[in-house]
């Protein structure tokens, strides 16, 4: 077993808090991604897991046991860090047994394990080489090797694909997907790529400013965001966040107007003070109509074609600022004026406190 259990952890520096009130059960075998906004706490509550700083308050459980002061050597944990930390001067086997050396392991142990995570790593051709010999990817996946022959409780991984390139860190991060599911352990992986959060994870944590905003899988997050923080970091383009009127509409729907003009309704009864609310859509779910059968009309500022699929920037009358993405090739251009179609069936609606609002 390997579960993680955080109870009301926070850390202070000084005056300065950091984390406040974490409380999250990380679940034997899972892999649980945390991310957020630079300096939201992810790599500092990585560190208290780790050992390697200590929490101001609450406590931090290993399989039941309280390792809230247990020094990080003995926690059983691994850390694979954002550099790769290498040995310069050692091969690849030196560094990959460097520490179980220091362990007194004995050499037969030591040279299996060596060879298991080889072969799972694909790395076996490369142990006679230094680090300098080998490319990006071949020495991160050296630095999770070395935490592997620990054959540790858990793994815990600090933003270890930044320093790569865009095509490695996809190819990469395939690798680290199908570790995960040889391996069954447990995997707490920090990073601040949502994308790398929605391909890896079992679930996610979003963090802001030292809080936790939601938990969820991937999905969960993508289709039913908790707030309008989480609806606008989790998903990419990002989503259409706009201010709108709400108000009764015919026998059980809602109206909802954009621009102070143009309206559409809505199955359902949205209650909301004042009718103001935040209407959520993502880019995908928005479509080019034609003339006149759009639920609000637009100009053209920018044309992103991508090939598969086209990302129409465009302006409403009111100024506000709406993203579409067309699949396929799309025959626009900066300067047109289209209408903007919405699909309803999968529109998020939130309050004036950014809470997600039910539609009843």
């Known amino acids: 077993m390997s579960q993680i259990t955080l109870t009301d952890v926070s850390r202070a520096f000084g005056k300065i808090g950091v984390l406040h009130d974490i409380n999250l059960d990380i679940l034997d075998g899972e892999l649980i991604v945390f991310v957020g906004p630079s300096g939201c706490g992810k790599s500092t509550l990585l560190r208290l897991i780790a050992g390697l700083d200590l929490p101001t308050g609450g406590a931090i459980a290993i399989d039941g046991k309280d390792v809230t002061t247990v020094p990080a050597a003995d926690r059983g944990l691994a850390m694979v860090f954002q550099s790769y930390a290498l040995y310069p001067h050692m091969s690849v086997r030196q560094n990959l047994a460097f520490g179980l050396e220091n362990a007194r392991m004995a050499r037969a142990e ?16 490369y142990l006679d080489r230094r680090p300098g010999q ?11 090797g070395r935490a592997i022959v620990r054959n540790p409780t858990a793994f815990l991984l600090d933003e270890p694909l930044s320093n790569l390139d865009a095509e490695l860190r ?10 995960h599911e040889r391996l069954s ?55 259409n966040l706009l201010p709108v009127k709400v108000a009764p509409g015919g026998t059980g729907r809602s109206s909802l107007t954009l621009d102070g003009s143009a309206g559409f309704e809505i199955d359902g ?12 859509l993502r880019p995908h779910h928005i479509s ?73």
């Open 269 to 280: 009864i949205v209650s909301a003070a004042n009718g103001d609310v935040t209407l959520g």
């Open 134 to 144: 080998l490319s990006g990817g071949q020495r991160q996946r050296v630095a999770i």
């Open 185 to 239: 352990a447990t995997m707490v992986y920090v990073t601040h790529d949502q994308i790398e959060a929605m391909t890896l994870a079992d679930r996610i944590v979003v963090l802001r400013a030292g809080r936790i905003e939601q938990i969820g899988t991937p999905l969960d997050l993508y289709n039913h965001p908790a707030n309008l923080f989480v609806a606008g970091f989790i998903g990419a383009p990002r989503m």
């Open 288 to 360: 080019l109509a034609d003339a006149g059968q759009g639920d609000v009309a637009a100009r053209v500022a920018l044309v992103e074609a991508l090939g598969s699929e086209t990302i129409v920037h465009t302006k409403t009358s009111g100024g506000q600022t709406m993203l579409a993405v067309v699949p396929g090739q799309c025959p626009v251009t900066s300067g047109d004026t289209v209408d903007l179609k919405f699909d309803t069936s999968h529109l998020h609606l939130f309050d004036d406190t950014g809470l997600r609002i039910a539609v009843s």
């Open 110 to 125: 030591i040279d299996a394990r060596i060879a298991e995570a080889a072969r799972m790593l694909e790395i076996a051709p």
């Open 170 to 179: 996809i190819s990469t991060r395939a690798e680290l997907a199908a570790l």
